[in-house]
């Protein structure tokens, strides 16, 4: 039975990185959307076009709306927040989408460029694998691109495998079950907000 993971999770928490920046990791919330969208566009073609696999310059209204309103059960939306004040900068955020009945989530993670290498993508798939496991799910998967090596590491260090995808030999389908042993839920550098 798959369920709403919020009740059940320790949100929202403050991480330190690795340089030492203090983040706050939290569900998005509607008042997001103007934070959400300066996020877009702060991110290099190349970050667009590797997240979403099409060029885009702008996110359309619509995504924008999608995003910030996520559907219970279905999706679930992390955000890395600068603060927890309302209007607070978004520096990464990740997120799972299912359809309806499925026990299969799609995942997704952003990072803005400048916070790079510094633990966030990892922390962010961290808490949203501890989700999806807590919301029920069996599978976690997503499609990567072949060339996107970093995302395709971290995929890996977090137990998911990679197959060629069978329908475009760009992608890479990355796969975790989630019905094996889970590991400690996310916790190493954070600390409760």
Known sequence: MLHDPSPELSLPVRVILRNGAQLVVREIRPQDKDALHDAFRLLSDESRYTRLMASMKDLPEAMLESATHPVPVQQFVLVAAMDDSEGSALVGGARYAAAPGSDTCEFAVTVIDGWHGL?????????????AR?????????FVLA?????????????????????DWNLRVVVLDLTGEAGPAPAGRQRGA
């Open 119 to 131: 633990g966030l993508a990892k922390l962010l798939m961290q808490t949203l694998i501890h989700a």
């Open 134 to 142: 807590v919301a029920g799910y069996r599978t976690m998967e997503g």
């Open 147 to 167: 060339s996107n090596r970093g995302m395709r590491g971290l995929a890996h260090r977090l137990g998911f495998t990679d197959t060629v995808c069978p329908d």
